[in-house]
């Protein structure tokens, strides 16, 4: 028997870059460093244990929806030992949002095949956290989210969701859906092997009229939601600094009592 899973990526501004929005309101993918997003990886990894705990053959797809850049998130999922990467480009995608993206990566998914997709629990730039549910609804298929542990077996994927006051198991029949936590497992961290042989793994590239997506159910013009304005954070200011000499607590007592701290 074999297995397919497709990892959704997505390719994010570096969080500890100077991030901002661009003239028409949407994240400003131009002037900051990109990346695969850290809570990607996640989901990579766990598609990789799958892998090797499995007596099945399994292969592999990474996929993404995004500029020329964002073939380098691709490329680093692929680094880490995924077979083949899908890459979804097109100028009429700048500004769609999740119901927009959803759409887009469910067509990708049934054109490329599947029995299991695996996303992680949020974008780091986006963070939404619903593209998993709204991804299984337009499937047709169960959806599994915000698992800590994800496992593959006759038929089905189980897992645990660990909450604030219990943790609980999970299972769906294939094909199916299922996000993953920071919780699920470190990633793992390319290899020189690994990044060598990412060079030579095939990389599919599709725009929308492949995909049957017509323009206008894409683009900024189209989402179902838009961010109206946005002001700057204001830059840090010098804290306050007590000098202990001698009531030092009673100088703090009283700062954070007038902060209602205390």
């Not at 030992?81 to 990566?105: F, N, Q, R």
């Not at 793994?201 to 017509?214: Q, R």
Request: glycine residues 8%; aromatic residues 4%.
């Amino acid at each position: 028997m074999s297995l397919r899973i497709v990892v959704c990526v997505k390719y994010v501004p570096d969080a500890t870059g100077d991030r901002h929005f661009a003239d028409d309101l949407t994240v400003d993918r131009d002037d900051v460093d990109g990346l695969l997003s850290e809570l990607d990886e996640y989901a990579v990894e766990q598609a990789l244990q799958i892998s090797e705990e499995s007596d099945d053959d399994v292969e592999i797809t990474v996929l993404t929806v995004g500029p020329e850049d964002a073939k380098d998130a691709l490329r680093k999922a692929l680094s880490m030992g995924a077979d083949k990467a899908v890459h979804v480009e097109d100028d009429d995608l700048h500004g769609t949002d999740v119901m927009g993206t959803s759409l887009v990566l469910a067509k990708a998914i049934e054109k490329a095949g599947y029995d299991l997709v695996i996303t992680g629990m949020a974008s780091t730039d986006g963070t939404m956290g619903v593209l998993p549910a709204i991804l299984a609804e337009r499937l047709g298929v169960p959806q599994v989210t915000l698992l800590s542990e994800v496992n593959v077996a006759d038929g089905k994927v189980t897992g645990r969701r660990d909450g604030d006051a219990a943790s609980e198991q999970l299972e769906a029949s294939l094909p199916a859906v299922v996000s993953v936590t920071d919780q699920s497992g470190e990633a793992r961290y390319p290899s020189f092997k690994g990044i060598m042989a990412a060079k030579k793994k095939p990389v599919e590239s599709w725009d929308l009229s492949d995909l049957d997506v017509d323009s206008d159910e894409v683009g900024l013009e189209n989402a179902w939601t838009a961010v109206d304005s946005a002001t700057p954070r204001p830059a840090r200011t010098a804290g306050t600094i007590v000098k202990d000499e001698g009531e030092g607590g009673k100088q703090l007592a009283e700062f954070l009592a007038g902060q209602k701290f205390i």
